[in-house]
């Protein structure tokens, strides 16, 4: 591996900091390679799709573990990490989840809660109220929103940027799982207090994400799509 010397801030020597530092000297690689690793993990990244048709086969808890614990390497604001994941691998308690989201999900698609316009939107994805896959993966993983966090002394702090901090996270957590050759799916079945109930969790917290996870299906398949192309996600602007 090949890495240059990275140059000392001359500046760094008198600082000073109320709270504890510590020195962060990642290796600075030769940019050809670090150019390589970039694309390699596109081309990683790339391959990753949402899935709804998954397989009943176990997954060791080891890996939903190592996926929280990418997802926990996410920045927060004022690093106050404001996330729980709750995994849930009981096939009843999953059942409950699956039955209450479909509730929603009904008032979603039959119930005309949905405006046109979303319903229109979401057509190419062939979406519906079913969701079964719910009883079939064997986990169930659910990103909480802290938006206070109960203190020792009783208190509650409050947190900010949570949406932003949380949602990072998620995607750390999206891309571990893909990593370790497991699937998933963004399912966000608004309202979703149901999962507040079920779980048992505090005030302080609200569903984010619901992410089913599991290996995909033998048969699984999944929309022929096309992501947005690079000049359209990025632009650059010059001096």
């Known amino acids: 591996m090949t890495a240059t010397n990275q140059a000392t801030d001359p500046a760094s020597a008198n600082r000073s900091h109320t709270h504890p530092f ?101 057509g190419p994805l062939e979406t519906g109220s079913d969701k079964s896959y719910l009883d079939t993966v064997p986990w169930i993983v659910v990103a909480f929103a802290e938006k206070s966090t109960p203190m020792p002394d009783g208190r509650l702090r409050k947190n900010y940027y949570v949406n932003e901090s949380v949602g990072i996270a998620c995607g750390l957590f999206i891309a571990a799982l893909h990593t370790m050759g497991l699937a998933t799916l963004t399912h966000t079945p608004n309202p979703m207090a149901f999962l507040t109930e079920i779980l048992g969790r505090p005030a302080t917290e609200r569903p984010y994400i619901l992410f089913p996870v599991g290996y995909p299906a033998a048969d699984c398949e999944v929309p022929d799509l096309a992501r947005k192309p690079l000049p359209q996600a990025l632009e650059f602007v010059d001096d």
């Open 22 to 122: 510590v020195p962060y000297r990642p290796q600075r690689l030769d940019q050809a390679e670090a150019i390589e690793r970039g694309r390699d993990f596109h081309e990683h990244l790339e391959a990753r799709r949402s899935v709804r048709f998954f397989s009943s086969d176990p997954v060791p808890a080891e890996m939903i573990e190592l996926a929280v614990a990418a997802a926990n390497t996410a920045p927060s604001g004022a690093h106050q990490q404001p996330w729980k994941f709750v995994a849930v691998g009981d096939p009843d308690l999953r059942h409950r989840i699956r039955e209450a989201a479909e509730v929603e999900e009904r008032i979603n698609y039959e119930g005309g809660r949905l405006p046109d316009a979303w319903r229109e939107a979401l």
